[in-house]
C-alpha cells in the first residue's frame, strides 16, 4: 500500500499543556480534482460496507476489542492515478480504522462490496474520527476532574501528537490521543480540557481554562 500523504502538524499553546502536537483534519488518499457529489459515499452505502468490513475475520483479528471507524473513500482501479470524470463509477473502497487494541492505524480495501485485503497501516496516524471524538468525551465527562463541571457543555475533540522528549517523553507518546475540551456550543470559548489517551483508554490530565 502506498504511504498516504503526512499530516501538516501545528504548535497550539495550552495553559495547562504546551508540548503536545495537534493534527489538521485531511483526508488521505486520493484528491478530488474536482466537487462531484455522485463520488461521495452516502451514509447507508458506508454502513453496508462497514458491516461487511467489520464481519470479515482477518479485519475483526486486526481491529482487535477496540477501535474506532474513521472514514471510507473510493478509490480508483490499480494504477490509475485519479478518477477523472468517471469516478462516481468506481468499484474499489477503502475504509480506515484506528485499532485502540493494537495502537495502529487498519486499512481494509473492499471490491463490489467484498473484502479483498485487510492489513495493518504502520506509520501512519489518520485524522480523528467522530468515534475518536465521542470516546474521548466519554472518558472525559466521566473523569473525577471533571465530573459535575461539563452537564450541559458542548464537547469537541482533536488529535494531538505527544512530543518525544531528551530524557523524559510527553505522556501517551506514540499513542492514540485527543484534545477534548467542553463549550457553551460550537463557537463559546472552552471551559475545561482534557488530554485522554484512547490507546490506554483513559484521561491523561484533565482540568479548566483560565478565564478569557
Known sequence: MPPPEAHTVRKIPRPSFSKG???????PGIVWNSPN????????????????????PKAAALLGARWGFIDADRLPPEGKVSFGCCRNQARFTRLTYFSYSHNVAIAIRMKDGTVFEASRWDGYAPPEGSQDVQRGIELARADTRLAGKVQGLEGHGLLMQPDRGFFKNDPGYQHRVIWITFSQGQDGDPKYWAQVDLTEDRVLDAGDEPPR
Open 21 to 27: 502536537r495537534f493534527r489538521r483534519k485531511s483526508r
Open 37 to 56: 457529489q455522485a463520488a461521495v459515499l452516502s451514509e447507508s452505502e458506508i454502513a453496508a460496507l462497514r458491516k461487511t468490513a467489520e464481519a470479515d
